[in-house]
């Protein structure tokens, strides 16, 4: 049984415009898919509840406009985000490249809530166009994802659904982990804290019983 909403989590979505940004956010949050393409003007706002162990987690996902004009909303909106997915085109091997500007631009204003980098997901969209259907899986991608500091790496298909739930719950999960992390590392801090004051405490007062023996003992 869900205990109730545990975090809003903002998770920002860029990339080069026409990867299929628009398409993915939309077949996650309302599992819809158009073949109209229509340019992201400025940012556009997706929005979904995700449950793990018990508890539930409002995700925000923003879409980010991909013309290089907008590069400086991408900076302002990774500010007070959580995660990022990084979108290219599967088909378009330059798009893969591209995102490697993209992600710098995240790194460049945004952190995460323990001082580390911001999760970025690497995402290929629209393998469905692809020739070769086991392409889908893709050691080149992940061997390039791993070496750029992604913390991990899909190829999906905003039309057929194809990894879309999965790599979301695996960007969710790896932001929850940090999250649970940095909670625990707290927990730890305040136990020894406690223990240190509790310890303070008992030689406090073993110093007074140790005066007020003494005091006694000269009268």
Known sequence: MSSGFRSDLKIIVIGTSGTGKTSFVNKWTKNIFSDTYKATIVSEFGFKIFEQDGKLYRIQL?????????????????????????????????????????????DEVATFLDGGKLPCLLVENKADLLEDPSAEKCPELEEFGNGNGFCGSFRTSAKTGLNINESMEYLIKNIIQRMEAMQSKGNEVFNTNRKSVTLDAEKHTEIAAQKRKNKDGCC
């Open 62 to 106: 923003w879409d980010l406009a991909g013309q290089d004009k907008n590069a400086m909303v991408t900076k302002i909106f990774a500010k007070d985000a959580h995660g990022c997915v990084v979108m290219a085109d599967a088909t378009n091997a330059q798009t893969r490249e591209d995102t490697l500007r993209w992600k710098g631009s995240v």
